[in-house]
């Protein structure tokens, strides 16, 4: 596995995993808590050492399990994790972090993260306490996710990683200007969604498929009464993309994961791909995929269908919200 080295020295896996199916919200049903302790326990065994939980993430449940599975282990792995955007005030951001350091069961927090991005609160109260965190050992390194040009205008060098939605179906940060912005700050982005929770494994053909509790993000409609938002959603494009997308992957012999995991390799500005995971098995279908060359015919197609794919959607790359045109700035 490929490592990045951060400005801070902080070496990241370029694929790494996502803890929030840990965390068994509704979104992600039930949890085997055991089986995310060997999932955690078999990417380390292949050379990924980054992973990504947040104190939203089922009330710290992803956090604790994190926590369980990395007892003993502490020194091979780097932890991420976030403070959520209620939490941004300097002394909430210094409780919060203590709640995430006992619910990891460590004394320091690799990467702490900015969750969202807020106007409620000046970010240089923010990042106050988190240069304070970082002075007395409790955090190594800050990072933000989400954040648009304005934001990374404000936050200039200090971000890490930038983490953006990013992938095959959800290539709005091209739009928007966050992926031209962070890699012009000389931020890597650290690419979430990539597997568009479950579309590109191709799992999913219709919208009868995706369970009801993941039908809250805009790329389905308000219609279902999941989500945050008011959109009609994009599953008229969506699914005949994904059809198209099969296509490819069945001429040139390679996963639907495969292309999609490619497709994120081959940008200059990703520097690692942040991968959700439950089980052993998923980890090692979708390490698989991240290993299988891709011929460059089959990602040329795949890239040209979902530049299409984009250019049907609108700017506002928030996955989750549309009031005042989203919350990445
Ligand atoms: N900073 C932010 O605002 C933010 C927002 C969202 C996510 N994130 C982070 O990004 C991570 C990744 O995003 P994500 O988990 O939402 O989406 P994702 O990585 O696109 O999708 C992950 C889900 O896809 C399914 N899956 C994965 N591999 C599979 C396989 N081989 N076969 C079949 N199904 C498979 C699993 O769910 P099922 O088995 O249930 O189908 C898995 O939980 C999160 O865990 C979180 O750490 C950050």
Same mark, same amino acid.
């Given at each position: 596995m490929d490592h990045i080295t951060l400005k801070n020295g902080i070496a990241v896996s370029r694929l790494s995993i996502g803890t929030w199916p840990f965390s068994g919200v509704k979104?992600?049903?039930? /949890?085997?808590?055991? &089986?995310?302790?060997?999932?955690?326990?078999? #990417?380390?065994?292949?050379?990924?050492?980054?992973?990504?939980?947040? !104190?939203?993430?089922?009330?710290?449940r992803s956090e604790e399990v994190l926590g369980r599975a990395l007892k003993g282990r502490r020194q091979e792995a780097v932890i991420c994790s976030k403070v959520h955007t209620a939490f941004l005030g300097y002394d909430d951001v210094m409780a919060q972090c203590e709640g995430s350091l006992r619910r990891l069961g460590t004394d320091y927090i690799d990467l702490y993260q900015i969750h969202w $991005?807020? $106007?409620?609160?000046?970010?240089?109260?923010?990042? %106050? !306490?988190f240069e304070d965190l970082e002075r007395q050992g409790k955090i190594r390194g800050l990072s933000v996710c989400n954040f648009g040009p304005k934001d990374l205008a404000a936050a200039g060098d200090r971000p890490q990683l930038n983490q953006l939605p990013y992938s095959l179906v959800w290539r709005i940060i091209e739009k928007n200007g966050a992926l031209a912005a962070s890699e012009a700050a000389g931020i890597p982005v650290w690419a979430y969604c990539a597997l568009g929770q479950g579309l590109l494994?191709?799992?999913?053909?219709?919208?009868?498929?995706? $369970?009801?509790?993941?039908?809250?993000?805009?790329?389905?409609?308000?219609?279902?009464?999941?989500?945050?938002?008011?959109?009609?959603?994009? &599953?008229?494009?969506?699914?005949?993309?994904? #059809?198209?997308? %099969?296509?490819?992957?069945?001429?040139?012999?390679?996963?639907?994961? #495969?292309?999609?995991?490619?497709?994120?390799? #081959? /940008? $200059?500005?990703?520097?690692?791909?942040?991968?959700?995971?439950?089980?052993?098995?998923?980890l090692e279908e979708n390490l698989t995929a991240f290993e299988t060359p891709v011929p460059a015919g089959a990602l040329a197609e795949a890239e040209a269908l979902s530049a299409a794919l984009r250019d049907q959607m609108g700017d506002n790359a928030d996955l989750w919200e549309n009031e005042n045109g989203g919350r990445m700035r």
């Open positions: 979104l992600w049903g039930d /949890s085997d808590d055991q &089986e995310a302790v060997r999932t955690v326990h078999a #990417a380390l065994e292949r050379g990924i050492n980054t992973f990504d939980t947040a !104190a939203r993430y089922g009330d710290g $991005p807020t $106007p409620q609160i000046p970010l240089e109260e923010t990042l %106050r !306490a494994t191709g799992k999913f053909r219709t919208i009868e498929d995706v $369970p009801m509790g993941r039908r809250g993000t805009r790329l389905y409609s308000s219609k279902w009464g999941e989500g945050r938002h008011t959109d009609g959603g994009y &599953e008229e494009e969506i699914f005949p993309f994904l #059809a198209s997308l %099969r296509q490819v992957s069945d001429k040139a012999e390679v996963s639907m994961q #495969a292309l999609a995991l490619a497709f994120l390799k #081959a /940008s $200059p500005a990703v520097g690692s791909i942040l991968m959700g995971v439950r089980s052993v098995k998923q």
